[in-house]
């Protein structure tokens, strides 16, 4: 029979999660405020492309990918308050003036000749920088009192996989001469270079600092670079 003045642990036998997560409430409420104002201007992006995109094929998979960044946007918007208790519209800022030049020069190319441009910025770079950065969130906060977050993650997640998917069949589908190769190539550079500035779309430490290792790590790195054997 149990004994009643006995404490019990405080999560149920089978559940080994962990408590601590590398954010805290207000790291996270930040971070989600950046995730929402990026999210808007890819929905306004989009959404305004889809009336100069001469190529039916594309005009229906912008109309259809902008809608999953409001969606987005609007589960953000819904984190908020539950993180801070202030209104979401104060967090929902850029990280700092370097993305809001990145997002100016994703959305410059407007005329229906530039198509592989607007292609380029968001399936080749900022995608996969939303994708790398939500990646990273979800793998280091607390699956306890973070869970919510999580949840939201996945769903945007999968949706911007599965976009990404979709944009670079798009741009394999435009790309047909070496002078457009070029073309592709060029504008990723530019844009690429000006997201590095901004230190991606949280502003520094969106993926983390691959040098902030622990001791533990550090040491199993000198072990191997010394020749010593690391226990498994």
Same mark, same amino acid.
């Given at each position: 029979m149990?004994d ?6 405080p999560?149920?036998p ?5 408590l601590p ?8 409420a930040?971070?989600?405020? =950046?995730?929402?104002w ?12 889809v009336a ?10 912008l109309?259809?990918?902008?809608? =999953?960044h409001?969606? =987005? ?6 984190r908020l ?5 202030m ?8 990280p700092?003036d370097?993305l ?6 994703l959305?410059?190319?407007e ?28 793998n ?8 919510p ?15 990404w ?7 394999q589908?435009l790309?047909?001469?070496p002078?457009?190769?070029r073309?592709a ?10 997201l ?6 949280a ?15 550090a040491?199993? =790195?000198?072990?191997?670079a010394n ?6």
């Amino acid at each position: 029979m149990a004994d009643p003045k006995k404490p019990r642990a405080p999560f149920a036998p089978w559940d080994r999660r962990e408590l601590p997560g590398a954010f805290s409430v207000e790291d996270s409420a930040r971070r989600i405020g =950046h995730y929402k104002w990026i999210e808007m201007r890819l929905f306004e992006a989009l959404g305004g492309w889809v009336a100069t995109v001469p190529e039916l094929d594309v005009k229906l998979r912008l109309g259809t990918h902008c809608y =999953h960044h409001a969606w =987005h946007a609007e589960l953000w918007h819904k984190r908020l308050p539950e993180l801070r208790e202030m209104n979401p519209d104060r967090l929902t800022v850029p990280p700092n003036d370097e993305l809001v030049q990145f997002v100016a020069a994703l959305t410059e190319p407007e005329a229906p000749e530039h198509t592989i441009e607007k292609l380029v910025g968001v399936y080749r770079v900022l995608i996969p920088a939303l994708v790398a950065a939500y990646t990273y969130h979800r793998n280091n906060t607390s699956t306890i009192t973070d869970a919510p977050t999580i949840r939201s993650l996945g769903f945007a997640l999968q949706d911007l996989q599965d976009d990404w998917r979709d944009g670079e069949m798009m741009l394999q589908s435009l790309i047909e001469t070496p002078e457009e190769i070029r073309r592709a190539a060029d504008h990723q550079v530019k844009l690429q270079t000006l997201l590095l500035a901004a230190g991606g779309i949280a502003g520094p430490g969106s993926i983390g600092d691959a040098y902030d290792v622990g001791v533990s790590a550090a040491a199993a =790195h000198d072990d191997v670079a010394n020749g010593n054997e690391v226990p498994a």
